[in-house]
C-alpha cells in the first residue's frame, strides 16, 4: 500500500548540533517531497520542498537531499536552535494527494 | 500567516451536538482538503474539494459532511460524533487539485473534543 515511514519519531540535540530525519516512500511514481514543520497549537507550515529532478535542495541551515533509487529522503538542519524544537513531517506525492509520515519531535537544548 | 484561517480554535461537543467547522483561504487557490491529525499517526486526508466540486472523499463516515460554497470557504458539519472523533482538524488549500505539484498551505486547525 501507500505509505511513508518516517524515522525518528523523537529527536533531542544540544543547540549548534546538526539533526537529520529520514523519510522512506513505496511509491515510486512519487515527485514532490515537502517538508512542514508544525509548531504548538499552530498548523504545518511548509519550509523546503523537492522534486524529483533534482537530488539536493538548501535554504540557509535547511536542505533536503533525495534518493529516488533508494526510494528515501532526508531533512538536515544544521546549527540548530531552540526555535527549531517542532514536530516535523515529511511527505511524498501520488497523482491526488501527499502521503504523509508520522512526524518526529525535534527538541533542541539550549 | 498563512492565509488560511479556521473558526473555532477548540470546540467541546457532546455526542448528540450539532457542530460546523468553518475554513476560508485569502490566497485564491483553487483546491481545499480537511484532513484529521490524531496523535501518533499520519495526518489522514478526508476531504478534497476543488474548484467547489468535491473530488475525493476518503471512506470518511457519513456523520462528517462537508460543504464548499466557493473557492474560498469550506465547512465540515458534524453531528453524532464519537469520542473517538477527538483530534486537531486542519484545513488547508492549494494552487491546483492536484497536490503532487502544487503546494499545501495549511490553517492552524480546530481542536474538537467529543465528550
Known amino acids: 500500500g501507500e505509505n511513508v515511514e518516517q524515522h525518528p519519531s523523537t529527536l533531542s540535540v544540544q543547540e549548534g548540533d546538526s539533526a537529520v530525519i529520514k523519510c522512506t516512500y513505496s511509491?515510486?511514481?512519487?515527485?514532490?517531497f515537502p517538508w512542514y514543520k508544525q509548531e504548538l497549537g499552530k498548523g504545518p507550515q511548509l519550509i523546503i520542498d523537492?522534486?524529483?529532478?533534482?537530488g539536493e535542495k538548501k535554504d540557509q541551515r535547511i536542505a533536503v537531499t533525495l534518493n529516488k533509487t533508494a526510494k528515501h529522503f532526508s531533512l538536515h538542519i544544521t546549527e540548530t536552535q531552540p526555535e527549531d524544537s517542532a514536530v516535523y513531517f515529511c511527505?511524498?506525492?501520488?497523482?491526488?494527494?501527499?502521503?504523509f509520515g508520522t512526524g518526529t519531535r525535534l527538541q533542541v537544548f539550549p | 500567516e498563512t492565509g488560511v484561517t479556521q473558526t473555532p480554535r477548540h470546540l467541546v461537543m457532546g455526542m448528540t451536538n450539532k457542530k460546523s467547522l468553518k475554513c476560508e483561504q485569502h490566497?485564491?487557490?483553487?483546491?481545499m482538503y480537511w484532513y484529521k491529525q490524531s496523535a501518533k499517526k499520519p495526518l489522514e486526508l478526508m476531504f478534497v474539494?476543488?474548484?467547489?466540486?468535491?473530488?475525493e472523499n476518503n471512506s470518511v463516515p457519513s456523520r462528517f459532511s462537508p460543504e464548499c460554497p466557493n473557492s474560498s470557504h469550506l465547512f465540515l458539519h458534524l453531528h453524532t460524533l464519537q469520542p473517538e472523533d477527538s483530534a486537531l482538524y486542519l484545513c488547508?488549500?492549494?494552487?491546483?487539485?492536484?497536490?503532487?505539484?502544487?503546494?499545501?498551505?495549511f490553517g492552524p486547525g480546530t481542536r474538537l473534543t467529543v465528550t
Open positions: 488547508a488549500s492549494s494552487q491546483d487539485q492536484a497536490s503532487g505539484l502544487y503546494e499545501q498551505y
Open positions: 511509491d515510486s511514481a512519487s515527485n514532490y
Open positions: 490566497l485564491g487557490h483553487n483546491a
Open positions: 474539494y476543488s474548484l467547489e466540486e468535491r473530488v
Open positions: 511527505a511524498a506525492s501520488r497523482p491526488d494527494k501527499l502521503i
Open positions: 523537492i522534486r524529483s529532478n533534482v
